[in-house]
């Protein structure tokens, strides 16, 4: 008993410590200073307001938007037939590593590779250059839950609708889709979400008339230390958590995801 | 059509959206640093080592690469530290709240990096929460933040939840038996870490430093936003000398030795620990 107390006593300094910045971004978002400063002089929502009509931060907000929203459908397309054939070991084992591989890679590193390799097909800081960069930071999520969920499904279902006369794309739409609907789900929300908050490898493919959110916070941050950057993120903070709760209500991302 | 034909022909989108995005852009990134740059900054096509020996004579690079090194293991060390209760008391409580704060320790994740250092600043910057206690105290302000001391914090923080996945993960081989027998036979509670959990969960403490130290040592924005420009490591130069220098060879030169670095580390580590486990 007495050891389990200096555990927790030392698991809460380690929680202080992570949630601490969390608690504070939460507070500064509501000061009423100009600047950075504890104890805030007062409280307001000015930097809420001053968000709202920031128009920059809103043409970025709506760029990251449209972005993950297109990365996360073409994601799905390229990624759901892939996770078929791993989950059913008809690929190559070479495949499902390769699948994987961008997780290994620093991101610095691949943004750099992809800046080099798109600046010659002149795709920097456009639409096309922005979503193939993201499609490969948000694969290997996506096939990799997909892989789980369809290997978890019973097989002998497929041959049922085989041996009842389905033809195999048939089988799949009527019914491994459907079966396999949480999973989908669940990594829609995660390829949307890493894809909504990736910065590093925009920060190369980016351009004045073309930039994320992710990016416009951390130019901003660069620039200037006051409360505008935390009040995007409680804003941000309230809808991501409204999605994961709505998303773990709807199919269970604990049963999906795997338990943590 | 062969099952093997069906599954190639499923995985041929995602394999040939890798070879256009990830494949060719790491070929053009380690044929970009055979390339030589003039002394005018103009980049001259070239099949050369003459980047990476310029680069490790110039006493800078490895002034930088030591660095690094030193603040990444100084940041996962802190993060392991931290971690390491959390992830005890995590493996062992029985709390109906474990799932709750199970998800709490790696919530950071979801909320983005930036807004993180916002966070790190309003507590260790020149106006911050640490400096107004130690004013309300009566003792000398500190410079917390755009220093070395600032982007171990913030990166030991990043890392964290990591840290905590991972030392999860391996605790599996703790049995509590175990730890009762020691108990049974008269070890106290400290005796008892020592000589019977820590021993047991050493495997994962490795393993759960590694990641901390592999994603300190990449990470960029940390550095970058939390160094104030007077905090310089391998992937604040890479950046600095792709965007604002445009030395593109030394950027890709760079990036290809640090690679090779970490790979070198990380097949090390599986050797040990695959020796460690035999």
Not at chain 1, 102 to 113: A, I, K, Q, R
Not at chain 1, 144 to 163: F, G, H, K, N, V
Not at chain 2, 188 to 207: H, I
Request: hydrophobic letters at 60%; a positive charge; one cysteine or more.
């Amino acid at each position: 008993m007495k050891t389990g107390g200096v555990t927790a006593l030392l698991a809460s300094f380690g929680y202080a410590f992570l949630l601490a910045p969390l608690v504070l971004v939460g507070v500064m978002s509501f000061s009423a200073d100009s600047y950075m400063s504890f104890p805030p002089s007062g409280f307001s929502l000015r930097w809420f307001e001053a968000l709202a009509q920031n128009t920059a931060m809103s043409k970025a907000a709506r760029s990251s938007v449209i972005l993950a929203a297109c990365v996360t459908m073409l994601a799905l397309l390229v990624g759901l037939p892939a996770a078929l054939a791993v989950a059913r070991g008809q690929a190559p084992s070479w495949v499902a590593a390769l699948l994987s591989a961008p997780l290994l890679l620093p991101s610095l590193v691949l943004g750099l590779g992809l800046l080099m390799a798109l600046q010659p097909l002149a795709l920097v800081a456009t639409w096309p250059g922005l979503v193939l960069a993201h499609l490969v930071v948000v694969l290997p999520f996506v096939t990799r839950i997909m892989t789980t969920s369809l290997a978890a499904l019973p097989a002998d279902l497929e041959a049922a609708a085989a041996t009842l006369g389905a033809s195999p794309l048939r089988a799949f739409w009527r019914i491994t889709l459907p079966l396999a609907l949480p999973g989908v789900i669940a990594s829609a929300t995660l390829a949307f979400l890493v894809s909504f908050d990736e910065v590093v490898i925009s920060l190369f493919l980016v351009g004045p008339r073309l930039t994320t959110l992710s990016v416009a916070m951390f130019r901003y941050t660069e620039s200037r230390t006051d409360p505008l950057v935390a009040a995007v993120a409680v804003t941000l903070i309230v809808l991501t958590t409204l999605v994961v709760v709505a998303v773990d209500r709807l199919v269970g991302f604990s049963r999906t995801v795997g338990r943590v | 059509m062969t099952r093997r034909q069906t599954g190639v022909l499923l995985c041929l989108p995602a394999l040939l959206l890798l070879a256009v995005a990830f494949v060719w852009p790491m070929a053009i990134l380690a044929r970009m640093s055979l390339n030589e740059t003039a002394d005018t900054g103009a980049l001259v096509p070239a099949l050369s080592l003459a980047t990476y020996t310029r680069l490790a004579s110039d006493s800078f690079t490895w002034q930088i690469a030591w660095d690094s090194l030193v603040l990444a293991a100084g940041s996962a060390t802190v993060a392991t530290l931290l971690a390491y209760p959390m992830a005890l008391f995590l493996f062992r409580t029985k709390s109906r709240y474990r799932n709750l704060l199970a998800i709490v320790a790696i919530a950071p994740l979801l909320v983005s990096g930036t807004a993180r250092v916002i966070g790190w600043m309003a507590i260790l910057g020149d106006g911050g929460m640490i400096n107004a206690g130690l004013r309300l105290l009566g003792i000398p302000t500190q410079h917390l933040i755009n220093n070395w001391t600032g982007v171990r914090i913030g990166l030991a923080e990043s890392v964290m939840p990591y840290t905590v996945l991972a030392l999860l993960a391996g605790f599996g081989r703790l049995d509590h038996a175990l730890e009762e027998a020691a108990a049974t036979l008269g070890a106290g509670p400290f005796f008892r870490f020592w000589r019977v959990t820590l021993p047991l969960t050493l495997p994962s403490v490795t393993a759960g430093w590694m990641l901390g130290f592999v994603l300190a040592i990449s990470a960029f924005i940390t550095p970058h936003l939390m160094g104030g420009g007077r905090v310089f490591v391998l992937a604040t130069e890479i950046f600095d000398a792709a965007t604002q220098t445009l030395d593109w060879p030394a950027a890709a030169a760079l990036s290809v030795a640090a690679l090779a670095g970490l790979s070198a580390l990380m097949l090390l580590q599986s050797l040990v620990a695959r020796r460690g486990s035999v």
